[in-house]
C-alpha cells in the first residue's frame, strides 16, 4: 500500500509540472524529452503496481501449503516431532458382491439323437432331481436300432451253437477245423456289433435286458443332475436336432459367493480366510471361507474373490446382492499416531517440519502440509502410505491441527 501511494505523488507531481514543461517548449526545444519522461514514470509506476500484485499472488500460493509459528506459538501449541513406525495392525475389509453359481453346477440337458418331442415337464423354476424323466423324443430311428440289436443277438445265439459243434467236430476231422476258425471269426465280429448296438441304445436310454417285452417307439430324456430348471428351449411337437439344448439347470445348493475387493486390499486375504457375509434379503450373517483369488484387476481397480457358503440351500438365488466384511490378521504396516493425520475437504495431511530460521531477531519455525494416503486404523494408530522424501522426526505427531488453524486463519486474513 505504501508503494502504490508513493506512485500516486509520483504521477501527480509529473501532471503538475507537464504545463510548465510544455511553456518552456514553446521557447525551447525540449518538449520530446519532457514527454519521454513522462512516459517512462508512468511505464515504472505500471510495473511496480504488477511487481507487488506477483508478489501477493505468490505469497498467497506459498501459504496454502505452508504454516509458520512464532517462538511463543510453537511452544504453547507443544509441538512434538516423530517419524512413521511400523506396527502390526489387524483391520476389517468392507465389500460388496453377489451369489454365483459355479461352472461345475450349471448344467445344460441335451442329447444325442434328434427326433420330436412328445411331452416334457420343463417349467422355467421348476427343480428337478437326477434322473427324472423331463422329455421323451419320437424317432423311427430308435426303433430301427432296437429291431438291429434284437436281430444280433437271435443271431449271436446260433452262432454259439454253431461255433460249438464245429469245435468238436474239428477235434476228430482236420477238414473240419477250418469251417470252426471262420464260425469262431464270425461269433467274434457279431459280439463285437451286439456290444456297439447296446451302447447306442444305453444313449438312449433304453435297457438291452427289457427289449424282449416290446419295442418301444419313443425314449425318455432325464436330467443329468438334480437343480433349478433356468431356461426352456422345447415345447411339445417341436423337432429338435442332435446335441440341441434343451434346457438348463443350476442347482443352488452349490451356489458361492463373490465379492470385489480393491487392489489395495489383496495383500491382506488369503485362501481359507473366513468372511462374515449378509444377503440383501436376509438380517443375519453368513459365514464363508475364501477358496479363490482372482488374478485380474478390473478397470476399476477391483479383484473379484470366490467364497463357499458353510451352509447353502437350494432356495437361495444366483444374483443376489451382499456384503460382506473380513477380519484381517496381524500385518507389519507404516503407521502414525492418529493425532498426526489432519483431515481437509476430502484429502488428508501430515505437517512436515523444515527446521527453524531467524526473522527481524526472532525465530520463525516453518512447517509443510504434504496430501498422504491412509489404510487402516487401531488402537490410535493410523495405516500411512507417506512420500519417500519425508525425513526421520520431521513429522508432527502433536500440535497438526492446531497448524492446521494457523494455516487456515493465516489465509483467510491475507485474502481480506
Known sequence: MKKHFLTYLLLSGLMMAFPACKEKADSHEGHDHSGHSHEEASQEGHTHGEHDHHHEEGHSEHEEEEAELTESQYKAINVMLGSVESRSLSGVIQATGSLVMPPQQQISLSFPYGGIVRSTTLLPGKWVNKGETVVTLENPEFITLQQEYLEAASQLTYLEQENRRQDELSRENVAAAKVFQRTNSELKTLNARLEGLKQRLSLLNINTNALGKGIR?????????????????????????????????????????????????????????????????????????????????????????LCKLSQTNRDLVPGTYLTAHLETGGTQVKTLPDAAVVRSGDKQYIFVSEGKHNEEGSVHYPFKRVEIRTGISQNGYVEVFPPADVKANTIVVKGAYDLLSVMNNSEHGHSH
Open 217 to 305: 417307439r419313443t425314449v425318455a430324456v432325464v436330467a443329468p443332475a438334480s437343480g433349478y430348471v433356468t431356461h426352456v428351449n422345447v415345447n411339445m411337437g417341436k423337432a429338435i436336432q442332435a446335441n440341441e439344448m434343451l434346457a438348463e439347470l443350476a442347482d443352488t445348493r452349490f451356489v458361492q459367493a463373490e465379492l470385489n475387493i480393491f487392489e489395495k486390499d489383496l495383500s491382506r486375504l488369503k485362501i481359507g480366510q473366513q468372511v462374515h457375509v449378509r444377503l440383501g434379503n436376509e438380517s443375519t450373517d453368513r459365514l464363508a471361507t475364501i477358496y479363490l483369488i482372482g488374478r485380474e484387476i478390473s478397470p476399476e481397480r477391483m479383484v473379484k474373490v
